[in-house]
């Protein structure tokens, strides 16, 4: 069965401060893993990584995974109060599935 | 936008009832997903389908069913509604031109079982 474990659980950080979160898996097939922030709603999609070693970013957002040692880290420099969410792993093998972890809760004040 | 539509977006029910939530897309992609969402389990799929009248079980299936007899409808049953299935619901899509997993997700469905 695919697992992803992600930490911490949750981060109360000041603006401006750097975070860095963690996510591990076990997954049978592996296609990709990817990040989503989730807000009040829905998630949203923020990266997909698919090769090792390959650093996706986006703004103050990046992202690299390693598939020998079977994790991922999303850092965020320069944190806002717009930061806060819950920020969730996720891993795609067999059968067109995303497991996900239970996700981060990141807090962001001023 | 992935045009997505769940309903109800919210429900209020009873112990025993039997509940539908109706998960709506407007492109007509063949995988369509519903996931629950709970404090400290974070989503889990409960059913999913590659077509029409084909779906598969998801890790948290007991208690649930599902149908797809059009392509743009993927139809959530709780044939008796219990209180451990009050729950936050997300109806989810895979476009059909993507095959690296990343999933679009509605607006989901907040179910509260009394």
């Known amino acids: 069965e695919d697992k992803v474990v992600q930490s911490p659980l949750s981060l109360v950080v000041h603006e401006g401060d750097t975070v860095t979160l963690n996510c591990s898996y076990e997954v049978t097939n592996f296609r990709s893993l990817l990040w989503y922030k989730q807000e009040k709603k829905a998630p949203t999609f923020l990266f997909m990584l698919?090769?090792?070693?390959i650093e996706k970013k986006s703004g103050r957002l990046s992202s690299i995974l390693d598939k020998k040692e079977l994790f991922s880290i999303l850092n965020i420099t320069a944190t806002q109060t717009g930061d806060s969410a819950i920020y969730l792993c996720a891993v795609s093998g067999t059968a067109s599935k995303l497991t996900f972890g239970t996700g981060t809760r990141l807090q962001v004040t001023l | 936008d992935a045009g997505i539509t769940q309903s109800p977006r919210h429900k209020v029910t009873e112990t025993g009832t039997p509940v539908t939530l109706r998960c709506h897309q407007t492109?007509?992609?063949?995988?369509m997903y519903w996931y629950r969402q709970d404090p400290g389990h974070g989503l889990r799929l409960i059913h999913y389908s590659y077509g029409v009248k084909d779906t598969d079980k998801g890790e948290v299936s007991d208690g649930y069913s599902v149908s797809r007899s059009k392509t743009e409808d993927f139809l959530l049953t709780l044939e008796s509604a219990t209180s451990s299935q009050t729950s936050v619901y997300f109806c989810a899509i895979r476009k059909d031109s993507q095959n690296t997993g990343e999933l679009f997700f509605g607006e989901g469905s907040r179910l509260t079982v009394l």
């Open positions: 492109e007509n992609h063949r995988y």
């Open positions: 698919t090769s090792s070693g």
